[in-house]
Nanobody
Framework: QVQLVESGGGLVQAGGSLRLSCAAS????????MGWFRQAPGKEREFVAA????????YYADSLKGRFTISRDNAKNTGYLQMNSLKPEDTAVYYC??????????????????WGQGTQVTVSS
């Protein structure tokens, strides 16, 4: 079992930055792929980024590449999503997720077995 808890969301003005954290407990953090997804009201859950268990490989949604950076600190059992140049359309609930399969650039929500409860990000114009 894995427990994931997101934090760091909030209200920010357009052009600002936020760093989300995903604190993990349970099974060994360094043994699974971590992903970030988001879901805006009335929309389907959308892939944001994924990172391999070692942190050596990353994969991003094309539309977000260059503004968002995924990282992890296996010693702290924590994953991160740095979000820069935020836009109102980035407003959503952001979720982190875990998958114990090997790295294959997991970008579907169906790839992930464990999910956090989400953290709200609101970007004002």
């Amino acid at each position: 079992q894995v427990q994931l808890v997101e934090s760091g969301g909030g209200l920010v003005q357009a052009g600002g930055s936020l760093r989300l954290s995903c604190a993990a407990s349970g099974r060994t953090f360094s043994s699974y792929v971590m992903g970030w997804f988001r879901q805006a009201p009335g929309k389907e859950r959308e892939f944001v980024a994924a990172i391999s268990s070692s942190g050596g490989s990353r994969y991003y949604a094309d539309s977000l590449k260059g503004r968002f950076t995924i990282s992890r600190d296996n010693a702290k059992n924590t994953g991160y999503l740095q979000m820069n140049s935020l836009k109102p359309e980035d407003t959503a609930v952001y979720y982190c997720a875990a998958d114990f399969q090997g790295w294959r650039r997991q970008h579907s929500s169906l790839d992930y077995d464990y999910w956090g409860q989400g953290t709200q990000v609101t970007v004002s114009s």
